[in-house]
């Protein structure tokens, strides 16, 4: 039988598959909204990722945010069940293709970003993410509570909700924890964490 989890997944596919053929500007789109958001912060270690499949594309971004003084980080899967490592990248590097991700080469410098941007399957109303099951990100800011996470999504990537339907809202396992922001080709999001 089929999860909650497994079931929002397979939904969330469907309109990320459906989101990216209808927004070929979105791109362009986020760069300027996350530039904007970003701004009221002194320039630090942004760690993005390299898009996968229909996954919203957060590299025009990441480039505006060089250019004003940020260091770039791509994350690296160490081993299955441990935190995501970041190596330091700049447009035009090397890259090598891993197992799950595209991924600087081993010797890059490693770093310790102050951003992560967070791709994402489905958001729901409050903040919660629904990621592709690996738990990469989950473990990964587990060990970093105060790093700023801002989930990247198409805006069509929410939840439907429906206060007549649980199912509106995502599952949440006990590690989940819901991000503050989501910015999306539309604008930022923002979610009201609880003290």
Known sequence: METRKAWHRRQARVRRK????????SALALAAHLESFLSKYPPGC?????????????R??????????????????????KPLLFRQWSPGDTLVHALFSTEPRPEAPLCDPNVILVPLLAFDRVGQR????????DRTLAVRPGILAI????????????????LSL?????????????VTERGCRHFPQES
């Open 60 to 81: 025009p971004a990441m480039e505006r945010l060089a250019q004003r003084g940020w260091t770039l980080a791509l994350p690296v899967v160490e081993d299955m069940n």
């Open 130 to 137: 629904l990621g592709q099951g690996g738990g990469f990100y």
């Open 46 to 58: 942004l760690s993005g990722y390299w898009p996968q499949g229909m996954e919203l594309d957060p």
């Open 151 to 166: 989930g990247i999504a198409f805006s069509d990537q929410a939840c439907p909700f429906d206060a007549d339907d649980p």
């Open 18 to 25: 459906l989101a990216a053929r209808a927004e070929p500007g």
């Open 170 to 182: 995502l599952p949440v396992g006990p590690y989940d924890k819901p991000l503050s922001v989501i």
